[in-house]
Nanobody, 125 residues
Framework: VQLQASGGGLVQAGDSLRLSCAASGGTFSNYVMVWFRQAPGKERELVSTISGSGTYTYYNHNNDVKGRFAISRDNAKNTVYLQMNSLKPEDTAVYYC?????????????????WGNGTLVTVSS
């Protein structure tokens, strides 16, 4: 499975961005899709997860994205999205999409089978 992330950019605090991750080479609906992010000097962290059907979603409660970010997927387009609203400077990071066929309660980077390129999101104050 190949993943290609896009949609990052430079925005001001309070703005919105929508990230996309297009998949190819596999049956997209068979994969749980996960967004991670990595800020400068920090470890890569889980942002959000969506099940293969799109029925179940999860947001990391430890990084203040719940209520501001929304994950979704369009299996007909083989694409997963991350809508990011009310962006804050602390959201500045490289955002990565990743895929795994296994549903878990929590994902570490090592749990993922496929990775996309990163897309940089920079939020200025």
């Amino acid at each position: 499975v190949q993943l290609q992330a896009s949609g990052g950019g430079l925005v001001q605090a309070g703005d919105s961005l929508r990230l996309s991750c297009a998949a190819s080479g596999g049956t997209f609906s068979n994969y749980v899709m996960v967004w991670f992010r990595q800020a400068p000097g920090k470890e890569r962290e889980l942002v959000s997860t969506i099940s293969g059907s799109g029925t179940y979603t999860y947001y990391n409660h430890n990084n203040d994205v719940k209520g501001r970010f929304a994950i979704s997927r369009d299996n007909a387009k083989n694409t997963v999205y991350l809508q990011m609203n009310s962006l804050k400077p602390e959201d500045t990071a490289v955002y990565y999409c990743a895929a795994t066929p296994v549903w878990r309660a929590w994902y570490r980077p090592v749990d993922m089978n496929y990775w996309g390129n990163g897309t940089l999101v920079t939020v200025s104050s």
